[in-house]
Structure formats: structure tokens, C-alpha cells
């Protein structure tokens, strides 16, 4: 059993920045791939950005250029620093935790075993 915890939401002005932290309670993030989503009601959740257990990252091309992906192994916490925000990203975001991931095109991300519960972030113009 994995839980992930979300913060570093809030509100902000477009041209701002944030950076969202999700805290992993039960399991290594070493060994699992790990990303964040995103979901505004009335559409599907959809991948931002992922990293795999050997680093290697794959962004949506709404986040490429302005969000990095990471994590801290000795911290057992993924990140998601987001520059440059428009009032389009605004969203719930979700931590997704899975032992064995995939992708298929820059947004979709498959083999996902455990979601955090969100964090919301709203852009302002």
C-alpha cells in the first residue's frame, strides 16, 4: 500500500510560478515511476508529466518548457515545478505512483497503481 499526499497548491497570477510536492508513505520512490495529472471538471484526467525509475521524463506538450518533473529518493517526494503559469493550467493536480508505468504519446500514461487525493491550482489573468 502506497500514499501520496499533494501539496503546494494555491492561487496565483499567470506569469507566476509554483511548485507542488507529493509525499510518498509506504513504498521507495526509487524503484516506481512516478507523475502528475491533471483534471478540470468536466474533462478527463490527463497526464502532465511522468519520470521513470531511471530518471528519464516525459511531458505533455502543455507542460514541455515550462514544468520540470523530479523527484528526491532520499526524500521519498516527487515535485512538479510549474513556471510560466496561464490561467489554462489552472486544474486539480494529482500525484499518480505506479510500480511498472508505460506511456503512449507525451499525455498518457498507463500502469498507474496509486493516485493522492489532488491539489488545487487556479491561475488568475
Known amino acids: 500500500q502506497v500514499q501520496l499526499v499533494e501539496s503546494g497548491g494555491g492561487s496565483v497570477q499567470a506569469g507566476e510560478s509554483l511548485r507542488l510536492s507529493c509525499a510518498a508513505n509506504g513504498r521507495g520512490v526509487s524503484s516506481a515511476c512516478m507523475a502528475w495529472f491533471r483534471q478540470t471538471p468536466g474533462k478527463a484526467r490527463e497526464g502532465v508529466a511522468l519520470i521513470y525509475s531511471d530518471g528519464r521524463t516525459v511531458y505533455a506538450d502543455s507542460a514541455k518548457g515550462r514544468f520540470t518533473i523530479s523527484k528526491d529518493n532520499a526524500k521519498n517526494t516527487l515535485y512538479l515545478q510549474m513556471n510560466s503559469l496561464i490561467p489554462e493550467d489552472t486544474a486539480v493536480y494529482y500525484c499518480?505512483?505506479?510500480?511498472?508505468?508505460?506511456?503512449?504519446?507525451?499525455?498518457?500514461?498507463?500502469?498507474?497503481?496509486?493516485w493522492g487525493k489532488g491539489t488545487l491550482v487556479t491561475i488568475s489573468s
Open positions: 499518480a505512483f505506479g510500480y511498472r508505468c508505460w506511456t503512449t504519446g507525451r499525455a498518457n500514461y498507463y500502469g498507474i497503481d496509486y
